[in-house]
């Protein structure tokens, strides 16, 4: 993968993960943490099921409207998509979130890793952090880790296509491209329409000469 491609890497990541809840998560805070403290754990834990439960069933439709070859609109509901991802259902969880975003953005990889080691520390179940820090990690040419990271994000979001498009841009660049391929043709049933997922195939295919017909 060539430097430029991981300036547009590092770009998009950074900029995923500045949404939130309405893509509004650069107001939540300390404001936002208080107005949570001052529910019992009861209530919290009810909103944050009926949270779940409905971010579950808008993902479903949103899915299903993302893997229709040809949308115009795919950015839309890719754009969708990832700021529900990027909900973890805590305002100091999507602030650490939001922080390492900006380093990344920045180029300060080792602030991003520092922020999202604290993220996945905590919370451990949220896909996000661990995918965020592989991609830091990427950006530092640190794959073994980025690799371990990115199964942590699969085995907790098995339609991550942007952590399987990150996959596979390491298996090719460590010379692995059939696996390369099978893991962007895993992207691709997913998310069809985005563009780098059809360029990197059509030149994996090319390279293996593996053309589905």
């Excluded at 009861?42 to 479903?60: N, S, Y």
């Excluded at 805590?90 to 993220?119: N, Q, T, Y």
Aim: charged share 25%.
């Amino acid at each position: 993968m060539t430097g430029f491609q991981k300036r547009l890497l590092a770009g998009a990541i950074a900029s995923a993960l500045c949404f939130g809840p309405s893509g509004a998560i650069a107001q939540t805070g300390e404001q936002t943490a208080e107005q949570t403290g001052e529910q019992t754990a009861e209530q919290t834990a009810e909103q944050t099921a009926e949270q779940t439960a409905e971010q579950t069933g808008r993902l479903g439709e949103l899915f299903a409207e993302l893997a229709t070859p040809g949308r115009d609109d795919w950015e839309r509901i890719e754009g969708e998509i990832t700021r529900i991802w990027s909900q973890s259902g805590s305002p100091a969880m999507d602030l650490l979130l939001r922080r390492a975003g900006e380093a990344i953005e920045a180029k300060d990889f080792v602030a991003a890793i520092d922020h999202l080691g604290a993220l996945t520390d905590h919370a451990p179940g949220f896909a996000e952090g661990w995918n965020a820090r592989a991609t830091a990690f990427f950006l530092m040419d640190e794959y073994a880790l980025s690799v371990a990271d990115i199964e942590r994000t699969l085995a907790l979001n098995p339609r991550h296509f942007g952590a399987l498009e990150g996959l596979a841009a390491i298996l090719e660049e460590t010379d692995q491209p059939d696996l390369a391929l099978r893991a962007l043709r895993e992207a691709q049933a997913i998310n069809p329409n985005r563009p780098s997922v059809q360029q990197g195939l059509a030149r994996l295919e090319r390279l293996t000469g593996d053309v589905e017909l």
